[in-house]
């Protein structure tokens, strides 16, 4: 029987260092794992690098995963969260032919309803904006295929953990201080 699966948001906490990208991209490259989803960015503390990595697998390997991230050199801490414990976020943008929206209000409403908003309105083109979960970006990606889509790009997730972030707890049981 296998072991079922799901989504974890797993949060890298590293020294910002060259080449640490395909050292951690390299553990799931190894045991074989797609990784859905990866941003980057700077911690609360400006001389911590932050990685976001979302994938689907078992609670088993998603712990390995953390275990192995963990004895990276330059790595200082990572942890793993399933979706309950983190409030979560992307970003999606949308290029269509400005003639969508000529003599009829039908792809304005539809845009409201998604709670989306236009950003840039160009003689061949306007660009919308949709922030939320991926089913929702989805959603829209889908509603506006209808009408003819030029680009589509969605941002990987972004996420802040539900509970205080733990590499505070983790740094301060250390002896370290992590600057606010």
Do not use: C, W
């Not at 032919?97 to 845009?111: A, G, H, L, Q, W």
């Amino acid at each position: 029987m296998s072991t079922p699966t799901k989504n974890y948001t797993i949060t890298v906490f590293t020294e910002d260092q060259a080449g640490l990208l395909s050292r951690v991209v390299g553990i799931f490259n190894r045991r074989n794992l797609n990784i859905a989803s990866l941003t980057t960015s700077q911690s609360s503390d400006p001389t911590i690098h932050r990685f976001t990595i979302v994938v689907n697998v078992s609670e088993e390997m998603v712990i390995k995963l953390v275990a192995q991230l963990d004895k990276q050199v330059d790595v200082l801490k990572a942890f793993y969260y399933d979706d309950t414990q983190i409030v979560h976020q992307e970003v999606a943008l949308y290029k269509v032919p400005t003639e969508v929206f000529n003599n009829s209000s039908e792809v304005e409403k539809m845009i409201r309803r998604h709670y989306a908003r236009v950003l840039l309105i160009e003689p061949e083109y306007v660009v919308i904006e949709k922030t939320g979960h991926e089913h929702e970006t989805e959603a829209l990606l889908q509603d506006l295929k209808k009408y003819g889509i030029y680009e589509f790009v969605r941002s990987g997730r972004v996420a802040i953990v539900k509970p205080m972030e733990m590499l505070n707890n983790y740094l301060a049981t250390k002896g370290e201080q992590v600057g606010h």
